[in-house]
T-cell receptor, first 112, second 113 residues
Framework: NAGVTQTPKFQVLKTGQSMTLQCAQD?????MYWYRQDPGMGLRLIYY???????DKGEVPNGYNVSRLNKREFSLRLESAAPSQTSVYFC???????????FGPGTRLLVL | AQSVTQLGSHVSVSEGALVLLRCNYS??????LFWYVQYPNQGLQLLLK??????LVKGINGFEAEFKKSETSFHLTKPSAHMSDAAEYFC???????????FGQGTELSVKP
């Protein structure tokens, strides 16, 4: 049982390049989330998908887009990367509001 | 806006000493409350959660937390610190809005031999 997986683990981009971060969960969870983690700021929600077929903005959505491809997969896209998007990105999933969110191992992104 | 405040970005204790990590939330409506731990270069994992049952919640690795509505607090404690407890700890709240979590800034716990 892999839980939540993320690819890639590490990526270096140049300003203006695009990329997609992949996330998949094998727990049959309804809800999935993308967070970014920056020093001293905790984790901030970028986008989430409460159920298959729906997506909503979180606290810091600017510069990002998401796709809930199916119940298992939720991808995050940076169309034109900026240095301010240098961060560690975490994907998470849960079955419901009071249930545990399970986190992936993270993707470290450096934008030069 | 709803928020979570963790007092102290860094806490250092000696091995065997009491661990106390503080968390306060801003809403008058009691939320669901969580503590997560993050070891270096890993994702977050749940330590414990409060979902309106018992106010004293026991979690993994000997940690516990008490929900105090009057103080809008959910402080994390452990009677005796181990070296393996060194990690970053995050308090988070949920108001049942699509399961979204609002995280505190995190507290890095160091344990001295």
């Amino acid at each position: 049982n892999a839980g939540v997986t993320q690819t890639p683990k590490f990526q270096v981009l140049k300003t203006g390049q695009s990329m997609t971060l992949q996330c998949a969960q094998d727990m049959n969870h309804n809800s999935m989330y993308w967070y970014r983690q920056d020093p001293g700021m905790g984790l901030r929600l970028i986008y989430y998908s409460a159920s298959e077929g729906t997506t909503d903005k979180g606290e810091v959505p600017n510069g990002y887009n998401v796709s809930r491809l199916n119940k298992r997969e939720f991808s995050l896209r940076l169309e034109s990367a900026a240095p301010s998007q240098t961060s560690v990105y975490f994907c998470a999933s849960t079955q419901g509001a009071v249930e545990t969110q399970y986190f992936g191992p993270g993707t470290r992104l450096l934008v030069l | 806006a709803q928020s979570v405040t963790q007092l102290g970005s860094h806490v250092s204790v000696s091995e065997g000493a009491l661990v106390l990590l503080r968390c306060n939330y801003s809403s008058s409506v009691p939320p669901y409350l969580f503590w997560y731990v993050q070891y270096p270069n890993q994702g977050l994992q749940l330590l414990l959660k409060y979902t309106s049952a018992a106010t004293l919640v026991k979690g993994i690795n000997g940690f516990e937390a008490e929900f105090k509505k009057s103080e809008t607090s959910f402080h994390l404690t452990k009677p005796s610190a181990h070296m393996s407890d060194a990690a970053e700890y995050f308090c988070a709240v949920s108001y049942n809005q699509g399961g979204k979590l609002i995280f505190g800034q995190g507290t890095e716990l160091s344990v001295k031999p």
